[in-house]
């Protein structure tokens, strides 16, 4: 990236005044943290804080909040106490929609036990449980966000008030870019509706705009907005129009000379180009064989508009990018209040081959070791039944897992109680899954700091552990 | 600070006098381009003493602001009732919505309305320059632009050069500019026909210009 910059900070010149005016709109603060070190030999402006394990990052949200009770933490007390009450022991639950003395909900699932380390995963997930050697499942998850928006919120902030930078923007602030022609934090969505809470889940906060995530959407002409030149012009005419501008801005800046602000926006014109040359490769899923197409389930109908984004993010990662985020079941269709045999079966199958396969494929090309792949909702849903048939939400104890990145394949880490309502054994808060995945990326929740309004914020806000049962320690 | 905040209460709290003493001064009246600019910058790089005026991007509102002026489509009304993102009306009076954001403003680094900001950043990104050279709303506005610019000065290629550069650039154009938009329009013969649609893509590129962006 060094041919772009000639931008040298000179003392006086502050951090600040380069990262806003720089032209790197994608990740400006590693790279600014490159030249300062070579410029004026700061080592202490490294972008990681220690050595990390995983580079990259592709985070899998089953948005609505799936079932752990019916995917990866089987109870077999549930079916034992099925239309009771939940016990007495119990401590009463606070839940969205009021259910706690509702009769306790079965779970009539086949449970298996995969691989070497014996995890356990139901019917619903075969692909992915041929890959549970490779999968750590946090059983012990716990939030604040009791309804969806707020959920969404925490699950991508850390906190469930709305206004604080999401995790992948806290990833490109701290690492930076590993490439020049690709946002570098990309969202894609299962549809073409919104996730709970639309764009501020992957909203930069009070971080620089340039921090935030891009939705991309890979079935479009254009899959990046504004990337494509107007309809009706072609090649020819928009070189012509740059052409002029170039002229034009080129006078402008003779006249102003040291004025960096100005070259910078100049080669942002630039840097957006590439982009527009780059972005339609990367999105090209012709390009790859058919047998990997088929690993994504592309060629089923269930499995086709998830496996496609599945796909992509392989692609896009390839590409350097670091932080891509895929909705599955975006607005809120994980959300199964009633009938849940019915909405679990149906969206764990558009979700289950794809992820089984994009593990797979990951491993195949030895991109695991160093990417990480997470897969989780906002919540997990509750013992007691809704609506005779559903399961409200459940904040109080649920599952996430991960694989690749550092992280040791085949544990459980932490557990629920014997009806899998509240986590007991070393619970993990979101503030924890933060400062493991930042931990995992090599970056310190307690020393990555952006300074806002004269104030050091930190991702996790002050708080979260990265756990290191997730490498093996 | 001190001393104004001094001045201030010396004259009895009145704003008035405090906004004549800030904006007669000489700081506020600089220009961003200095005679003994690069000697002074070398004793004071961060230029903390003021000795010239900090070139500014226009602020997001003043973006679209600025192109709503330019194309003439400005509804320049003061008060009423909060106007959706297709009203020309000044972008001060658009509806916000925290779960939706208007591409052009946020690109721009308009606050996200959800926490107070002390001070906005202000970036340069490539996401920004598609919105400007690529995106729907910038190029309406160079359409209807070229539009009421025909309309009032027919074909005469030099008269709608003078007056697209004045009204983006709030000066006249040089002859070297006016040569470089002749040749863009492809106008050999002073009696020939603008094409409208090349008279769209100069309005276009002089809304994506520094010129146009920056205020020095």
């Keep these: ?172 602030y701290g690492l930076g870019s590993a490439n020049q022609n690709l946002p570098s934090f990309v969202v894609m969505c299962d549809s073409a509706g919104r996730p709970v809470n639309g764009p501020r889940n992957w909203g930069s906060g009070f971080m620089p705009a340039s921090h935030q995530g891009v939705r991309l959407n890979g079935t479009s002409d254009e ?54 040359a780059k972005a339609p490769e990367a999105v090209d899923l012709s390009r790859e ?3 990997t197409q088929a690993l994504y389930g592309l060629d089923q109908k269930e499995t086709a508009t998830f496996g496609r984004n599945c796909l992509l993010a392989r692609r896009l990662v390839e590409r350097g990018v670091r932080f891509v985020q895929l909705y599955s079941g975006t607005g809120s269709k994980w959300d199964s209040h009633a009938g849940i045999e019915a909405n679990h079966s149906r969206l764990c199958r558009s979700m289950d081959k794809p992820v089984g ?41 649920f599952s ?18 014997e009806l899998g309502l509240y986590a007991v054994e070393d619970k993990m808060h979101v503030h924890d899954i933060h400062a493991s995945i930042l931990g995992l990326l090599g970056l310190d ?14 991702p996790t806000i002050n708080e979260g552990r990265f756990n290191k049962k997730l490498i093996g320690a | 600070m001190d001393w104004l905040t001094d001045y201030f209460i010396q004259n009895e709290w009145r704003f008035k006098a405090l906004h004549r003493a800030i904006l007669l001064s000489a700081v506020w009246k600089q220009s961003s381009e200095h005679p003994l600019a690069s000697s002074y910058r070398e004793r004071d790089p961060s230029e903390s003493l003021l000795w010239r005026f900090r070139i500014q991007r226009l602020k997001a509102e003043q973006i679209r602001d600025a192109m709503l002026m330019a194309s003439e489509e400005l509804d320049n009304r003061i008060g009423g009732p909060s106007i959706n993102e297709a009203h020309p009306g000044r972008a001060l009076y658009m509806k916000q919505f925290r779960n939706q954001n208007n591409s052009l403003l946020h690109a721009f680094d308009l606050g996200g309305g959800l926490k107070s900001v002390a001070v906005r950043n202000t970036t340069t990104t490539p996401t920004q320059s598609l919105i400007m050279i690529n995106g729907e709303y910038v190029l309406s506005r160079a359409k209807k632009m070229a539009a009421r610019l025909t309309h009032r000065y027919g074909s005469d290629a030099r008269a709608l050069i003078q007056e697209a550069v004045q009204r983006c650039w709030g000066r006249a154009p040089s002859t070297d500019e006016i040569k470089n938009a002749i040749a863009f329009l492809n106008v050999t013969k002073s009696s020939e ?11 276009h590129v002089l809304l994506n210009s520094n010129e146009f962006l920056y205020l020095d």
Excluded at chain 1, 252 to 272: C, G, K, M, N, V
């Design chain 1, 357 to 397: 396969g994009l593990l797979k494929d990951l491993k195949q090309r030895g991109l695991l070791d160093e990417t990480l792949v997470i897969w989780g909702g906002e919540f997990g849903r509750t013992p007691m039944s809704e609506k005779g048939d559903g399961r409200d939400h459940n904040p109080t104890g």
């Design chain 1, 445 to 458: 929740n307690m020393a990555l700091t952006y300074d806002h309004k004269g104030r050091p914020e930190r």
């Design chain 2, 193 to 203: 026909e603008v094409d409208i649609a090349l008279l769209t893509d100069f309005c």
């Design chain 1, 223 to 276: 899959p990046i907005t504004s990337l494509n030149a107007p309809k009706g012009y072609n090649d020819d005419q928009q070189q012509r129009k740059l052409a002029l501008l170039q002229q034009f801005n080129q006078q402008h800046l003779r006249t102003r000379p040291q004025q960096s602000e100005l070259e910078a926006r100049i080669r942002s014109y630039e840097l957006a180009f590439r982009m527009q």
């Design chain 1, 289 to 291: 064989s058919e047998r």
């Design chain 1, 1 to 172: 990236m060094n041919n772009y910059v000639n931008i040298e900070p000179k003392p006086g010149f502050s951090r600040r005044a380069f990262l806003e005016r720089s032209g790197f709109g994608f990740g400006a603060i590693a790279l600014s943290s490159l030249i300062q070190r070579t410029v004026l030999g700061d080592e202490a402006e490294t972008s990681a804080h220690f050595p990390s394990t995983a580079k990259r990052v592709i985070w899998l949200f089953m948005e609505g909040g799936p079932s752990h009770l019916d995917l990866v933490d089987p109870k077999p007390l549930l079916n034992t106490l099925a239309g009771q009450p939940l016990p007495s022991g119990f401590k009463e639950p606070l839940t969205a929609m009021g259910e706690k003395g509702s009769p306790i909900l079965p779970a009539p699932r086949t449970w298996k036990q995969h691989g070497q380390g014996g995890l356990w995963a139901s019917e619903w997930m075969p692909h992915i449980a041929e890959n549970m050697d490779d999968i750590a499942v946090i059983r012990s998850c716990w939030t604040n966000g009791i309804n969806h928006s707020g959920g969404v919120c925490q699950m991508n902030t850390c906190i469930n008030v709305a206004g604080r930078p999401s995790l992948g923007s806290w990833v490109q």
């Design chain 1, 400 to 417: 996430i897992w991960m694989a690749g990145g550092g992280v040791k394949g085949g544990q459980t880490i932490g557990s629920t109680d």
